[in-house]
């Protein structure tokens, strides 16, 4: 049975750094569009801005699943530990950021304590912090334990986390997530699509059915690591403009021009295959070669207009 975690300390990472680049950035914004007054230490009123909340939150009531609260701290790098409850002296703030008043500068974080009567497990402390996320209005950095018993950040959103529970419809596993695409790319009668780029240009290719078009996806795939795997000269193996392998296209609009193509497996048998899903030589590979060879002069016509 895995070993359980616990910890009498929520710990809150605040980023001053970006606390202080988010609001230089909105006073440039106001000072923009004519807002000409603004604080003499824009970077010590961030960070007063970011404290706020912490000072007004009553802990005790956010969620009690975390057992009783013996107090919440707000500590500095320097050292300076002040009670949320309590006056923060003004030269804790600007002596941080010091020397970096009007500018967005590296700053070590700030962060928030708050000290548990008796351990609480890792998801009692999620719990507490997705719900504090929510009482100081965005998004908190929490470091908490990890499966290891080590601590770790983690991300605390209690907007977005009502926002997945909301979502049932959206949390599609891998089938549904690539059913719903083939299902646009590919037409009622069966023929299918993909994209590959070629000649610095994205081209639709048009296959009688999915298989297939899976088929020339999948040999694209093979062939781009086969020729990664033999010095990654394209040109050099017989294969130019052979650089990236095909993907999945949804169906064209009616005037976009497609490509009709075979699949590989069909290409003479099935020699189109030999050798590319295997670390065989360059000289094993004439099928993959000649059937590249078929699929550019189907570009090449194309793209000249000498075919449909």
Not at 82 to 94: C, K, L, M
Not at 187 to 212: H, M, N, W
Not at 270 to 287: F, H, K, R, Y
Request: glycine share 8%; aromatic share 10%; proline share 6%.
């Amino acid at each position: 049975m895995p070993q359980e975690f616990m910890d009498d300390v929520i710990r809150i990472r605040i980023d001053t750094t970006r606390a202080v680049d988010a609001f230089l950035t909105l006073l440039a914004e106001q000072a923009a569009e004519g807002e000409t007054r603004a604080p003499a230490n824009p970077a010590a009123t961030a960070l007063w801005r970011e404290l706020a909340p912490f000072r007004l939150v009553e802990y005790a009531y956010v969620d009690g699943g975390v057992g009783a609260i013996v107090g919440a701290f707000i500590g500095f790098p320097d050292g300076g530990l002040y009670s949320v409850e309590d006056d923060i002296p003004e030269d804790a703030v600007t002596e941080l950021v010091k020397g970096s008043e009007h500018r967005a500068a590296d700053l070590p974080p700030i962060y928030v304590y708050v000290v548990l009567e008796k351990p609480a497990n890792r998801e009692a402390i999620d719990s507490f912090l997705t719900e504090l996320s929510s009482h100081v209005g965005h998004a908190l950095v929490g470091v908490v334990p990890g499966s290891d018993g080590k601590l770790k950040a983690r991300f605390y959103d209690a907007e977005g986390t009502k926002g997945v529970a909301r979502e049932g419809d959206r949390h599609l596993d891998k089938s549904a997530v690539l059913g719903r695409f083939a299902s646009r790319s590919q037409r009622v009668d069966g023929r299918a699509y993909a994209c590959l780029t070629y000649a610095y240009a994205k081209q639709i290719l048009e296959f009688a059915s999915a298989p297939d078009r899976d088929d020339f996806v999948a040999w694209s795939r093979s062939l781009c690591d086969w020729i990664f795997g033999h010095g990654d000269d394209a040109v050099e193996l017989g294969f130019p403009e052979a650089h990236r392998p095909a993907e999945l296209a949804p169906v064209p609009e009616d005037d976009r021009p497609v490509i009709h193509l075979a699949a590989p497996s069909s290409f003479e048998d099935g020699a189109a295959w030999t050798g590319i899903n295997s670390d065989a030589p360059p000289e094993d590979v004439a099928g993959a070669r000649d059937y590249w060879a078929y699929v550019r002069r189907a570009l090449d016509e194309a793209r000249s207009g000498t075919a449909y």
